[in-house]
């Protein structure tokens, strides 16, 4: 919607200008002579302007690209899917409770339901003698009324011409083509004791909505009929396990932050929560790039105010002689607004077509990564494609257009204000000095006010309720008050300029040739304050976001290569979760089996029974056993005097059915805070409220969180068993032997783990480095993505002394009338210059690292430390310096060209 509004305002002015250029030929034909006779001021600012308009299309190509990804990716598993019902005690669902559901999930948006009966398990290709050829784990089987079916999604039912029979089975395309079977062929899956049954394969289908849900963990799908996966499933006839809900438009959970919804005795969850989460997580620094282009932007609009203004100047007593006879005010400024016309069509239609490579690149990139981190974490595998949309194309366009046309209608605007006899006798030379020596007041009270604003703006960062508000709120808040803050470092530079200047030829006294120099260096700028600032502001908002993202990678890289898994997992390499009780003696009984696993290359397997917390107690229960006492690394911050070691402490819990040990978060909560170790403390217990006694606290560790045996309260595993087997889990840990070979170990234990329906084997080193070259990429490609914007910056400086050389031609050539020679002028052109640059870059560096610094202290939490890395902030401040001196001595050198003849030609 946005896009089009900006294309109808954009497509409104444009048949403006065209009626002007229409109904005023000749100011047409002044228009094409001014950008073809300028024609190297045209095509730098083009230049300039055009790189900000191609970094906000790309931005939004790539993020079209990455949404409509997304969207296909849940239009094919979830499709009207928007809802999940569950029993909160896990138990089946009948007939006879649907009128129920249905009215409490209509209260909640929801309009449709349909019982399902599902099961997650291992399907199999087997040879003759019955041994896998081809596995597909975790596989998301689901029967139900196909009728109903049809009812609650009907787009996606379309492809299922006939439902299975008892005995056979649909599958997706995807698993019939891993397992590689067609039609009439028999795959094999394991019931809910492990238990192989075949069925044979009655359709393969693409899959979409209802016939290609995943549920909320699966990674493939097919669709049984009702009694053949209750027989899977082991559950009675006319049982159910789940509900689906759909909804049409808005899911119930999109805005609304919550992940499920307590109706006794009912959970109604977001089933695609866990997808959600792992995608935001993967595009939270997006909004990035967006920054990156909107100060792109900002800088090629002030390099076009800068050039427009300079033009205005130069061209003034051109245009009072215009007006003298007889163009009017309005003519004047339907003149520049036809030329800033050609500008910003100019520009923006050759930023457009840039941006279309660019987005490609960066999509390539940035889709590859992505899909890693999705297959290392969840394990699913998300097709991302580039999908060249109209609307962002159109809305980065229509902003390159309206901004450099806009820019253009100010200063036509100022410049027709202006009298005949005002133009006339200006002189472009001559400068101006608001703050003269009768203004020296109004110069120190906005140097005080800006003064008191900097160090007011410095001051509130450094509070704890500013670091609050930045982890709370939007990340783009702190930008804006950082651009601020380097305005007001600016303004407060202007102001001072002429004290700092003879500071620095005090400096230099000892050397007059180079007093000299400066003196003609100083001069100019310091006539021409707005344009120096503006020059500043430019150079310094080229390096802001480049030394910002310098400070963030490096902070995060810090932390990520500091990675320690056996830390992070309380002292293993692997873990897996199953559902249901595996004991660790059944676990090494699993391993030893297996002939894909070498032997001796697992040290430690223990098993964790986990009971999860409920409304009422939040956090959950870990069934822990010898082997676990004996191999955990979690330390204790606080022990019970009777135990000698941590060591002892575990053993202690593992072996005694009334001894508990609890994470420091639980211990410190509200609920516990009034305990002391060695306490009874409540909990809830199978579903029963008993006392424990505390004899240990174990030290928080932030890289831990992730892991749900890291956290908790740890208590006897034959005590949680004797409570009730009701909503216990398990969770595997895993310890491999120095000398194995890891990658043979994992493929072995996956095989095998599969095998007996436990799925998800996690390695959290993997994952790790998965995120950490994801990470790496993303800051890569923004900080190459921010140093674009030195191309406008380069683009105006070059412009810029361009003209400066131009309009000063007349005082070039008076100058060597009277001596200097072509030494001193070209170091002092060419000194302006590089000084102004280096000066908004120092500014640019200083600002983007404090702005880094401030993001990661509050958003690390003390787990991500800032840091600095100086290297390559001296490397981005020397590099921008050399290329600026590089670009710089071009302009300055055609300086040389003007002979003292210059100082007598009439210039108009």
Known sequence: MVAWIFGVIAGLLFLLSAWTAWGYPHLRRMAWRNLWVYKRTTLLTMTGAMVGTALITSTLLLHHSIDQSIRSYFDKHYGPITGLVKRESQAEIYEKDMTGIREEIEKNGFNSILPTVSYTTTLMKVNKEGKPLWVQPQTYLHGFDYQKGRSFDNSGMSQLLTEPDEGEIVLTKEVAGKLEVKPGEQVVALDHRNKPRSFTVSAVISGQGLTGYQGENGLATGMLSLSDIRHLRGIPEGAYTDVLAGSTGKSFFDGSGMVSVFMDPWIIKDPAFNMKNELEGYLKFFPLFYIASCIAVVIGVVLILNIFRMLTEERKREWGVLRATGLSRQDLSRLLRLEGLGYALGSSLIGCGMSIGLSILLFSR??????????????????????????????????????????????????????????????????????????????????????????????LTFTSPYQDWIKNEEMILHFILSFLLVI?????????????????????????????????????????????????????????????????????FEIYGSFDPRSATGGYDLTAQTSGILTTKELRSIIADSKDIPTKSVAVATA????????????????????????????????SNRYSSDRTAWKAVAGDPDMIIVDQMTWD????????????????????????????????????????????????????????????????????????????????????????????????????????????????????????????????????????????????????????????????????????????????????????????????????????????????????????????????????????????????
């Not at 410049?415 to 002189?427: A, G, Q, Y």
């Not at 964790?608 to 911050?637: C, I, P």
């Not at 008076?814 to 030494?823: D, F, K, P, T, V």
């Open 608 to 639: 964790v029974l986990q009971q999860s917390g409920d409304m009422e107690q939040w956090y959950h229960l870990n069934g822990v056993d010898r082997e676990f006492a004996r191999s955990t690394s979690l330390k204790l911050k606080h022990r």
């Open 366 to 459: 940035f889709s590859e990564e992505l899909q890693r981190m999705a297959q290392a974490g969840s394990k699913q595998v998300i097709p991302f494609t580039f999908h060249m949309g109209i609307e962002p194309w159109i809305s980065g366009l229509s902003v390159g257009v309206l901004l450099v046309y806009l820019c253009m209608s100010f200063i036509a605007f100022q410049t027709s204000r202006r009298s005949i006899v005002e133009v006339l006798n200006s002189d472009g030379e001559k400068g101006h000095y608001p703050f003269s020596q009768k203004h020296s007041y109004i110069r120190k009270g906005i140097s005080f006010l800006a003064a008191v604003l900097i160090i007011g703006g410095l001051i």
């Open 488 to 556: 007001g470092m600016v303004v407060l530079l202007l102001v001072w300029m002429p004290t700092l200047f003879t500071w620095i030829l005090k400096g230099f006294q000892a050397f007059p040739r180079v007093v000299s120099i400066l003196k003609f260096s100083f001069r100019f700028p310091k006539m021409n304050r707005i344009r120096t600032g503006l020059l500043i502001f430019m150079f310094a908002m080229v390096l802001f976001l480049t030394s910002f993202s310098g400070v963030v990678s490096a902070s995060i």
């Open 669 to 908: 909560s509200d609920q516990f805070r009034k305990y002391q170790i060695g306490d009874r403390i409540p909990i809830s217990l199978g579903g029963k409220n008993v006392t424990k006694k505390v004899i240990g606290v174990v030290r928080y560790q932030a890289d831990q969180y992730p892991y749900s045996t890291t956290r908790g309260v740890w208590i006897q595993q034959r005590e949680l068993l004797s409570q009730g087997k009701d909503n216990l889990e398990t969770m595997i840990l895993l310890r491999l032997s120095e000398d194995g070979n890891r990658e043979e170990t994992v493929k072995g234990l996956e095989k095998a783990f599969n095998l007996q329906n436990i799925f998800s084997l996690h390695d959290p080193y993997l994952v790790r480095m998965v995120a950490t070259s994801f990470i790496r990429m993303f800051f890569t490609l923004f900080e190459g993505f921010s140093a674009l914007g030195a191309v406008i910056g380069i683009s105006g400086l070059m412009v810029v002394m361009y003209r400066v050389i131009l309009e000063r031609r007349q005082t070039i050539g008076m100058l060597r009338a009277i001596g200097l020679s072509n030494g001193q002028i070209f170091w002092s052109l060419f000194l302006e210059g590089t000084m102004i640059a280096m000066t908004g870059m120092a500014l640019g560096i200083g600002m983007g690292s404090y702005t880094g610094y401030l993001l990661v202290e509050a958003v690390g939490e003390g787990v991500v430390e800032a840091v600095f890395p100086f290297s390559k902030l001296v490397g981005y401040m020397a590099g921008g310096i050399a290329i600026t001196m590089l670009f710089n001595w071009f302009p300055a050198r055609q300086s040389l060209r003007y002979t003292p003849a210059e100082a007598t030609r009439y210039i108009h």
